[in-house]
Nanobody, 117 residues
Framework: QVQLVESGGGLVQAGGSLRLSCAAS????????MGWFRQAPGKEREFVGR????????FYADSVKGRFTISKDNAKNTVYLQMNSLKPEDTAVYYC??????????WGQGTQVTVSS
């Protein structure tokens, strides 16, 4: 089992920035990738970005490329999502995800991000 604790959501004006954090504990040695998904009201959960734990490659959805950056702290088993130039359409509940080498997915509880126009 992997436990995920997210923090950093909130309310921000359009054009502003927020940083989300996700700390993993438990069976973290099996982590293949950590990343973020989001779900807006009435919409399906969508991929935002992720980092392949080793060697550290990052991947992003087209909608956030150039604005969002994922980074990680190996020692803390923590991944961060720096979100800049936020838009109202970025408003959603953001979920941290761990995908393990043996194919399991673990999810955080979600953190609300609201961008006002």
């Amino acid at each position: 089992q992997v436990q995920l604790v997210e923090s950093g959501g909130g309310l921000v004006q359009a054009g502003g920035s927020l940083r989300l954090s996700c700390a993993a504990s438990g069976r973290t040695f099996s982590t293949y990738a950590m990343g973020w998904f989001r779900q807006a009201p009435g919409k399906e959960r969508e991929f935002v970005g992720r980092v392949i734990w080793s060697p550290g490659n990052t991947f992003y959805a087209d909608s956030v490329k150039g604005r969002f950056t994922i980074s990680k702290d190996n020692a803390k088993n923590t991944v961060y999502l720096q979100m800049n130039s936020l838009k109202p359409e970025d408003t959603a509940v953001y979920y941290c995800n761990v995908h393990t080498a043996d194919g399991y997915d673990y999810w955080g509880q979600g953190t609300q991000v609201t961008v006002s126009s």
